[in-house]
């Protein structure tokens, strides 16, 4: 693979119509309070099932890093992220919309995302191929310890309360486990069901998680956005305004997009918890830290490049070990696999034309966005304006039909019932969503390599640790289970008051 | 509140842990393997029954995260009543009625129920469900039950 064949990307007029469509589409929902990435990416999948693989991941990609910056916008304008990702910096860009630069911020948030996004590209292109020589020598146990990891990293990561992260990653893994097992062929779970034998279709399951899951919420609660008077600024002066800051910030977006990248690839942790981080850094290093959360443009800067250059990095295991890093990236590879794809190191040979078109269409998507994320942010008092009565009906019906189209069957409505329901309860019940979608997507993953390798060991579990790399990964996960056990007695030992401390610093996790 | 939030929640997960262990009761062994299909919903299911533990201790010791937000009001409680059960329509009626109208009709209602007109939900529901007819019929070639329609089917 070559910088030739990742840039040749833009001229392929499919890729190019397709990035530059999803681009619009993700500026559209990511604006809209309350329509998050992922639910953006969720709805988009039933497309992406009539698209080669290739198209399908550029399509994907193009969606989720528009949609992640344009949650900015109804951040700046109506103090509701589009979504979570934009939550860290909402009161600054807010403040600074309400003292009449709202263009400004925005493009300032704009150009910050794009050279985040691009920043994150090139770590990814670098990273990845070095990375993915050294797994070429997995085994079984080695696959099966990283899968594992990424699990337990998961549910490090993916809320205050480890009882309820893993809790989410069990409710995952049990959903995993119905179909035709691996061990015997025996049907599991499926009720007598054929449908059911191939376990529950992706598709309609992550319409169910994400977006029903999300009209039902917004059913229950949601209320018509109010969009106040604002006074704007005019587009060109805002545009060299929005430049100006950037260039004077370029330590920042470096140092965030960085970290962003790092944090996005960490499997559970997503744009969200990299916006969080990076404006917590940012606070810390600036020279005015009292300014933060009164509208200043320092964090707006930090977190928006920090979350586009996430959305790169969560990629990164995706592609090399087929350990998503996001719940975007699960859903992708959920896509790829049922295309018969297998992310993995082998993915480097057997497919390159995937692997430079998933990174060129990063690029492209980055640099398209500064048009579509431009003309979002130029229109974004009219999009905001449409009424929830017109977006709300056309979701579901979307969302229903969408999932009824890849299998042909009434079930997959009733999976978007099941799974939209359990979604909300878990929600309810402060469940974080994150860990459960990765354990549907690898308990599958984890229970072949498990077997595989008992068999190979006839049954000795010491035999998981015998290779050098299997021992490391194990040990790091056991490391890993010892921290989460350790943490959560700590919690429940010291009760509320602690509590009460934690939460504060790691509330955003749970917005998601 | 979040006291018997939490009861519900872990109560929940460990009628689910039971129903795991009692569905792969059933789950054939083969002697020569030590391990058979029922591992994975044993390992799983003992782990949401521990989940569930942890989640009672953190209600006990007043540790749980509290709710993200406030409880819906009673019309936000119909709202969401109103679209479940207009998915089990959906889910119902589709291969009776046929694609068209069960999603004028799904439309119509759900327009009604996130508070638009009458009028609104009419548009919608006929322009919405022609545009989607196309996308999906027509674009990209899904068969799509014609239930009561099928005699002007083309």
Redesign the interface.
């Known amino acids: 693979m070559d910088l030739v064949s990742i840039l040749s990307v833009g001229l392929n007029p499919t890729i190019l119509g397709t990035v530059l469509v999803c681009t619009l589409y993700g500026a559209f929902i990511g604006s809209m309070p309350g329509l998050t990435a992922t639910m953006a990416v969720a709805l988009l999948v039933p497309f992406t099932w009539f698209m080669d693989p290739v198209q399908a991941a550029a399509a994907i990609v193009a969606t989720t890093t528009t949609a992640i910056f344009a949650g900015d916008i109804s951040g700046a304008l109506l103090k509701i992220p589009g979504t979570p990702a934009s939550a860290a910096y909402v009161e600054d860009s807010y403040r600074l919309a309400q003292s009449g630069q709202p263009r400004t911020t925005l493009f300032t948030a704009l150009f910050a995302s794009v050279a985040g996004g691009v920043i994150g590209v090139v770590i990814l292109v670098v990273a990845t191929p070095q990375l993915a020589d050294l797994s070429r020598q997995f085994s079984s146990d080695e696959v099966f310890w990283l899968a594992t990891l990424g699990l337990s990293c998961a549910v490090f990561v993916g809320g205050p309360s480890v009882p309820r992260n893993f809790a989410s990653l069990f409710i995952g893994l049990a959903i995993a486990t119905i179909g035709i097992d691996v061990a015997v062929g025996h049907p599991r779970y499926t009720f007598g069901n054929l449908e059911l034998y191939d376990g529950v279709s992706f598709i309609p399951a992550m319409i169910g998680l994400f977006a029903l899951s999300e009209l039902l919420r917004n059913a229950a609660l949601g209320k018509e956005a109010n969009l106040a008077r604002l006074t704007v600024e005019p587009l060109w002066g805002a545009v060299r305004a929005a430049g100006a800051e950037f260039r004077r910030r370029w330590v920042n977006v470096l140092r965030s997009a960085s970290g962003g990248t790092v944090i996005g690839a960490l499997p559970g942790a997503g744009a969200d918890i990299a916006a969080w981080i990076a404006y917590a850094v940012s606070r810390r290093f600036s020279r005015q830290p009292e300014a933060y959360g009164k509208g200043h443009i320092e964090g707006v800067v930090d977190g928006g490049a920090a979350n586009n250059a996430a959305v790169a990095g969560a990629w990164t295991p995706a592609l090399v070990f087929g350990i998503p890093g996001d719940s975007v990236t699960a859903i992708a590879i959920g896509v790829l696999m049922m295309k018969g794809l297998t992310p993995g190191p082998g993915i480097f040979t057997s497919d390159p034309v995937l692997v430079s078109t998933i990174f060129g269409s990063f690029l492209l998507a980055n640099i398209l966005m500064l048009l579509t994320g431009g003309l979002a942010v130029s229109l974004a008092t009219q999009v905001l304006r449409v009424p929830r009565a017109v977006l709300m009906p056309l979701i579901l019906l979307l969302a229903l039909i969408g999932g009824y189209a890849i299998t042909g069957s009434v079930l997959a409505i009733w999976i978007i019932l099941v799974l939209g329901l359990l979604a909300t309860g878990m929600t309810w019940a402060s469940i974080p969503l994150a860990p459960a979608i990765l354990g549907i997507v690898l308990g599958q993953i984890v229970e072949d390599n498990f077997m595989v390798s008992m068999m190979k060991a006839q049954g000795d579990l010491t035999e998981f640790f015998a290779r050098d790399v299997a021992a490391v990964l194990g040990g790091l996960t056991v490391l890993i289970w010892a921290a989460l056990l350790i943490r959560a007695g700590l919690t429940i030992y010291k009760g509320p008051e602690d509590f009460r401390r934690k939460e504060d610093k790691n509330d955003r996790s749970q917005q998601t | 509140m979040t006291g018997r939030?939490?009861i519900?929640?872990g109560a929940?997960?460990i009628a689910?842990a039971l129903a795991?262990i009692w569905?792969?009761r059933g789950?054939?062994s083969?002697r020569a393997?030590?391990?058979?299909?029922d591992?994975?919903?044993n390992i799983?299911?003992g782990?949401?029954i521990?989940?569930?533990?942890?989640?009672f201790?953190?209600a006990f010791?007043?540790?749980?995260?509290?709710?993200?937000?406030?409880g819906?009001d009673r019309r936000?409680?119909l709202?969401?009543v109103?679209?479940?059960l207009?998915?089990?329509g959906?889910?119902v009626f589709?291969?009776i009625l046929g694609?068209h109208v069960a999603?004028a009709l799904?439309?119509m209602l759900?327009?009604r129920?996130?508070?638009?007109s009458w009028m609104?939900a009419t548009i919608?529901a006929v322009s919405?469900?022609v545009i989607?007819h196309y996308i999906?019929y027509s674009f990209?070639?899904?068969?799509?039950p014609w239930g009561v329609l099928a005699p002007v089917a083309w």
């Open positions: 939030r939490d519900l929640a929940a997960l689910l795991m569905g792969a789950f054939p083969i393997m030590a391990y058979g299909p591992l994975f919903p799983i299911a782990g949401l521990l989940s569930a533990l942890g989640i201790l953190e010791r007043g540790a749980a995260p509290g709710p993200d937000h406030e819906p936000g409680a709202s969401f109103g679209i479940v207009l998915v089990v959906f889910a589709l291969p694609f999603a799904t439309l759900s327009t129920i996130f508070g638009g609104l919608l919405g469900s989607l999906f990209l070639r899904v068969v799509l």
